[in-house]
């Protein structure tokens, strides 16, 4: 449906084909021209017909850094402008974090192309908006710098307690209702099938989860007079967290498990986006809690650091363009809309690599590499855990015991990636838990509990009616760290571990609910 409200959706091959037409429009972003020339039954596309050998890359900057106060600015005026159009305009501001809710993946392979293609359709549409074929957003690289940028308290449209944003439900029901109906009539049979794989059925049902997004409040709970992220968060993004998250040498094992379709959020999510990803938008809180994120400019400096943790962690495994099956690169992402507010139909395969998009990132602080997995290694190797309790509530625990064998001790105790996963019952209100997990060795009188990682769920899952079961999450918690001083001074050899994994309060709701653990696995990666 295009900025008027008409039917008017791109095919796919008008997404990969639309090069030469943006650049002649002024935009710097090609689209994949080596893969449209293979659709239309060509070979690879020529240096001479590729945009990308002769149009400078844009570059994704530092929002700290020197020279991005014009980003900054004219990310602003992005903002103001999205903010202007009509609700009926699928460009505008929150029609824009309204995809976020009817589409995003998490807990699963599908979580950082979807995520990338999410940015690459929003900097186009903030191009167009802003006359500026040179904008791209910058980034926050929360481990460099672990507090929220102060570009995002002046006051201005980058402060969403600035007039301006909607902060009620029954203005925000007023504006965008209509629109989003007359939207939800015009959808295709195949968007209709995801809709219902995430839980909305009807347009009843999603309307209802965007109402329950403004319950816990849509304000940030970080404020200018302390931008620090909490410790839980800086914990989560801290070097030795990254080096652990960034350590798998698949992509399956480092972004997320693959899973029936992508709203399917039952999958094993990787260490990125179980602790700096989810922990992050957990700590600025408000519209950063769910998965009305998208309302918060914090959301695209945030994911625009996680796009660049992804563009690393390919450049550490030789990769320009991930690769990955079929039944991942062709699972279609059917919601994004174009800088004219036309739909465009896409598929994961479309977003695999960030130089055929037309961008790179400036450098920031080095992240050490973890040591390699050696050829001969006995691991990777799961050890399922001896559930010794199952119900957690908040400020209580659950505990398990294992006993990996000694070549895993070996490597736990030279520092190899080490992490946990752990299957739960999701909460009902995912942003008022943490997940702590300690570890000490058993019968050593000289061992003592270790903090080794936090978590948390990001996002509720779509509609859950009454008496509906609850849905099972996952979270996968880097601990190498952990690990290694817990076995500092204790005897060599075999151990034998014992897991507790610890429900702590998130901000000021107190839940009352039970959880149920259902499994807990060490992995030696």
Known sequence: MNANGNDNRDSRRKFLTRSATLLAAGAALPALPALASNLRGQGPATPASNPIATNPMLQRLHVNAF????VINDLRQAVAAMLALPPEDPRNWYRQALVHVLDCPHANAWFLPWHRGYIYWFESIARRLLKKPSFALPYWDW??????????????????????????????????RKPMETFWKGLTQQQRVQLEQRGFANFEMFWAAVHAYFGPGTRRKIGAGNRQLPPVARDAVSLPTLINALAPPTLFEFGGSLVAQHSNMGGTPGMLESQPHDLVHDAVGGYMGDMLSGSDPTFWLHHCNVDRLWDLWMQRQGLISQDGPAAWRNEPFLFFCDEDGNMVNSIAGDYVSSRELGYTFQASTPIPTALSRPANAAWPAMFGCQLQSTDLAINGSVMASVEPGLLACDAFERDYPTAIVIELDRPDDPGAWHFKVEIKVDDDSSSELVQCGHASFFGSMGARRPGDMKHRGQLKIGIA??????????????????????????GSSSPTEILKMHRIELISL
Request: neutral net charge; charged residues 20%; glycine residues 10%.
């Open 67 to 70: 020279g991005s106060e014009t």
């Open 481 to 506: 760290d952990g690990m290694s001083k817990c076995l500092v001074g204790s005897s060599p050899g075999a151990r034998r571990f014992s897991i507790f994994v610890r429900a702590q309060r998130a």
């Open 143 to 176: 481990t460099s710098a672990p507090e929220m940028p102060a570009a995002l308290f002046r006051g201005d449209l980058l402060d969403t307690n600035t007039q301006g944003f909607i902060h009620d439900f029954p203005t925000f029901d007023l504006k965008f």
